[in-house]
């Protein structure tokens, strides 16, 4: 939590630019010099609350041991010392510079038309300008006054909307308030310096959030994104099209031609996953036969959804009816040649078995190896 400094602006004038004000008007000059003198009293009380304050702090006594000057009992709405001494002098100050500013103009716009009335042509410039100036200084004072007012205002209003609450987001805040978030923000700080809130109130930037009291509030974590679904592979996407064209075909001889194109494509599928090298054999298989017997299949589905059998959509629905046994004998064809390789080994391995029990004597003399 950041340290709360009040801000003694008046306290940190200058002598030398008292003197210059003084100079141009003494009572404005009176004026700042006896706001000076009250702000750095102000000041020096709120330097010794702070040192009085740390000086009794919490600390560990020890078991069985009672510290001889008990601890103020800060936090939970109940503002600090230094705090309540601030917002004291702030009220003291608002007043003051609403008062003194207001009479400052006043007695400088009059003594400056008085002037000008008495002198008509050729006024005296020294006095003119005194006039001006205290005109000036009692009209910003009286500004100051009045925004420091304000404030005063807005703080009690932010006061009245936290209310029990132990946090709340700054733009709820602002929102409730009316104010926009330079001003809120503004206020808020100089609401926490003056302890409406308690002594334990701070301003999270990592939420944005107000905390009254307890710990704050965790900015949210990012949402973690949804894992995405594991790609399709090529044989099931296949599979699944050819489902897909077998549900769309009411015909039951076509529906079942079509479920054994799909059961010889499974195997077919089935030992290309088991074995890369069959894998390559598919190639043609892959990127011509399969994609064209589904569009054949696909384009027969649209024409049995057509109201109207004309002549050219059943002459085309028979031709694909009577394409669909050689694509069954393809299939089967192209699952066969799978094991071609297969069956080379078998018969390597028995010629190779065969030779040896001939040599070691061990197929009997009717027994002949296979040339």
């Known amino acids: 939590m950041e340290p709360r ?27 700042f010099f006896i706001l000076r003198a009250i702000d750095r009293d102000a000041e020096k009380k709120e330097q010794e609350n702070a040192d009085y304050s740390s000086d009794f702090r919490s600390q560990d006594t020890g078991a069985g041991q009672t510290a001889r000057n008990p601890e103020p009992v800060y936090g939970h709405d109940v503002p600090t010392a230094e705090q309540q ?12 510079c609403t008062i003194m500013g207001a009479v400052f103009l006043f007695a400088g716009v009059t003594n400056a038309v008085d002037v000008i009335s008495v002198w008509k042509f050729w006024p005296d410039p020294g006095e003119l300008f005194s006039d001006i100036a205290m005109a000036i200084g009692g009209g910003g004072a009286l500004l100051t006054g009045l925004r420091m007012k304000s404030t005063r205002k807005l703080e009690r209003l932010l006061d009245k909307v936290v209310g029990e609450r132990d946090n709340i987001s700054l733009p709820e805040l602002f929102a409730a308030a009316g104010v926009d978030a330079a001003r809120g923000r503004a206020a808020v700080e100089s609401a926490i310096e003056h302890g409406y809130f308690g002594a334990d109130a701070y301003i999270d930037n990592r939420t944005g959030t107000l905390v009254v ?10 949402a973690e994104p949804a894992p995405a679904p594991a790609p399709e592979d090529q044989y099931a996407a296949l599979q699944r099209q050819l489902r897909q064209a077998n549900d769309a075909i009411p015909d039951p001889v076509m529906t079942a031609k079509i479920s054994r194109l799909e059961d010889v494509s499974a195997r077919i599928f089935a030992l290309a996953k088991k074995d890369p090298d069959k894998k390559n054999q598919l190639q043609k298989f892959m990127d011509y036969y ?3 017997a589904l569009k054949l299949l696909n384009t027969y589905a649209q024409l049995s959804a ?8 059943t002459e085309a629905k028979q031709s694909i009816e009577r394409s669909m046994d050689l694509l069954i004998t393809a299939f089967e064809n192209q699952l066969d040649k799978l094991f071609a390789s297969d069956a080379l080994d078998v018969s390597t391995d028995i010629a190779a078995l065969e030779g040896m029990l001939n040599l070691d004597g061990l197929t009997g003399g009717d027994f002949a190896p296979r040339s």
């Open 290 to 292: 399969l994609p064209t």
């Open 306 to 313: 057509q109201d109207v059998q004309g002549t050219n959509i």
């Open 85 to 96: 001494n601030a917002k004291k002098w702030h009220k003291t100050l608002t007043n003051l």
């Open 213 to 222: 009291r307890g710990a704050a509030p965790q900015p949210p974590r990012p």
């Open 5 to 31: 400094r009040s801000k003694h602006f008046l306290a940190h004038i200058p002598t030398i630019a008292l003197l210059v004000v003084f100079a141009m008007s003494a009572p404005l000059g009176v004026l």
